[in-house]
């Protein structure tokens, strides 16, 4: 799976093989050595007054372990979302307009490699045309509905 969100809730929610796109603001990592904390070591140092919450191995600035303005993405998270997207058989677009980078180019790439795609999402996208199944609505009404559809299914071809 990959995510555009930086809360760490799909890892919490014990997604699996989550790819956080633009990192994560739970974990604090250091500029100097990129060494990951939890985010409750720089919270802490700076409760105790440190205002620039450093490093405890090379006294390094720390900083949220999230992709900030202007910076780039980690080129080994670019290099697994690649690999997934070209493993893909079916794309599901959820809650994405599709307007920022790299998500916005996955759909294109995965079209192009033979996979389908399925799009849910309030607003119409560019790529809406070239979907399977497009659903302009809230994910939060929707996948709710899919996945008890998908469970009767299941129960039924069970018995
Ligand atoms: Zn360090």
Avoid at 12 to 26: D, F, P, Q, S, Y
Avoid at 77 to 92: H, P
């Amino acid at each position: 799976m990959l995510t555009q969100n930086i809360d760490g809730l799909h890892s919490r929610a014990k997604t699996k093989n989550v790819i956080e796109l633009h990192g994560t603001a739970n974990e604090a990592i250091c500029l100097r050595c990129k060494k990951v904390y939890p985010i409750t070591t720089m919270i802490n140092q700076v409760l105790r007054g440190k205002y620039a919450p450093s490093c405890e191995e090379c006294n390094g600035l720390l900083k949220p372990n999230a992709i900030f303005f202007g910076e780039p993405l980690h080129s080994e998270t670019l290099l697994a979302a690649d690999e997934l997207i070209a493993e893909c058989d079916l794309l599901l677009v959820l809650g994405s307009s599709l307007l920022v980078y790299p998500v916005a180019f996955y759909p294109r790439k995965a079209l192009s490699l033979g996979a389908k795609l399925a799009i849910i999402n309030i607003q119409e996208t560019d790529v809406d045309p070239y979907a399977e199944i497009v659903i302009h609505e809230k994910i939060g009404s929707v996948l709710p509905r899919i996945v008890e559809l998908v469970e009767k299914k299941l129960n039924s071809n069970n018995n």
